[in-house]
């Protein structure tokens, strides 16, 4: 498979990592808003975001990730390319453990030594960061971010773009508003709403996003 990646910071180096490990595919591009012009460097193009116009029209077998830690950023760069689902491809690490009864959405970047138990639904275009667990019947929603080392105990749900800090861990059947930010280490166990940002142990809303 031949695929571009979205974004060419810290984050894409762990997901080119990835994606190049399983010796099946190829990057054959980076978009970046960092590269004024396009270009190709040993057979690899690099340019800015809005070159996938020419990259789709010219290439249309090609797929594409967003390689992005933020949020909010992933889901622009979703409405402004306003691609199919089948564009983007979904890459998972060989030592992640998922369920087969999981559901994983398009675009979802799923880090190493992550585990997804059974019947959980990841939403498009989430990361489930490294070494982070979501255990049986919980939902993370499109554009979700769940850090490393963090917990979805059973029947959580995470709203859209919900981001779970690192460490951080959600008891059993709980809810998070949809653009809300866990704090790192925080141990969550009550609902919290949506647009806010929720730290501590246990987690209390400190600020209204």
């Not at 994606?19 to 808003?33: A, M, R």
């Not at 193009?45 to 797929?63: C, D, N, R």
């Not at 993370?140 to 105990?153: E, I, N, Y």
């Amino acid at each position: 498979m031949k695929i571009v990646v979205i974004g060419h910071g810290g984050h894409s180096k762990v997901i080119v990592d990835m994606i190049l490990s399983t010796g099946e595919n190829d990057i054959v591009g980076f978009l970046d808003d960092k590269y004024d012009e396009e270009g190709l460097i040993a057979g690899t193009f690099y340019g800015p975001v809005t070159s996938f116009k020419g990259l789709v029209a010219k290439f249309p077998e090609i797929k594409f990730v967003i390689a992005i830690g933020d949020n909010k950023i992933r889901q622009s760069i979703v409405h402004k390319l306003n691609l199919s689902y089948e564009n983007y491809v979904t890459v998972i690490h060989k030592s992640a453990v998922i369920s087969p009864t999981a559901k994983i959405g398009h675009g979802v970047v799923i880090m190493p030594n992550s585990v997804i138990n059974a019947d959980s639904r990841i939403g498009h275009h989430s990361i489930i960061n490294t070494g982070s667990v979501i255990e049986h019947d919980s939902i993370a929603g499109d554009f979700s971010h769940v850090c490393p080392g963090a917990t979805l105990t059973g029947t959580v749900q995470l709203g859209e773009g919900a981001y779970v800090g690192s460490g951080s861990t959600i008891i059993p059947n709980t809810n998070i508003g949809e653009w809300t930010i866990i704090g790192a280490g925080a141990t969550v166990i009550s609902d919290i709403p949506a647009y806010c940002t929720a730290v501590g142990i246990p987690a209390k809303v400190k600020k209204v996003n």
